[in-house]
Nanobody, 120 residues
Framework: QVQLVESGGGLVQPGGSLRLSCEVS????????TAWFRQVPGKEREGVSCISNVDGRTNYADSVKGRFTISRDSAKNMVFLQMNNLNPEDTAVYYC?????????????WGQGTQVTVSL
């Protein structure tokens, strides 16, 4: 059974840091492209960062470049998002997403989300 479970969200003051974790079960995360998205109520879900399954290359939204870092631990089958210098505009529910090519179809999988709140 495929499952993505996020953790690590919470309340942090502006300028603070959080590390989000995404534990993947059901397939090997290093063989799948994985990304972090975020969503604020009333707005569309937006991509934050992604990591390639081919070469490990990473990409970031302009709004988080230089502050967020995506990484992957193949031994633990987990993906992380280190978030530094957080500001109130980073407040959102953060979702882990991974796509897996099973040969005859491509599955797209989402976690349940973890709330990040940046506030005094």
């Amino acid at each position: 059974q495929v499952q993505l479970v996020e953790s690590g969200g919470g309340l942090v003051q502006p300028g603070g840091s959080l590390r989000l974790s995404c534990e993947v079960s059901g397939f090997t995360v290093s063989y799948s492209a994985t990304a972090w998205f975020r969503q604020v109520p009333g707005k569309e879900r937006e991509g934050v960062s992604c990591i390639s399954n081919v070469d490990g290359r990473t990409n970031y939204a302009d709004s988080v470049k230089g502050r967020f870092t995506i990484s992957r631990d193949s031994a633990k089958n987990m993906v992380f998002l280190q978030m530094n210098n957080l500001n109130p505009e980073d407040t959102a529910v953060y979702y882990c997403h991974s796509s897996r090519n099973w040969g005859d179809f491509v599955g797209n999988y989402w976690g349940q989300g973890t709330q990040v709140t940046v506030s005094l």
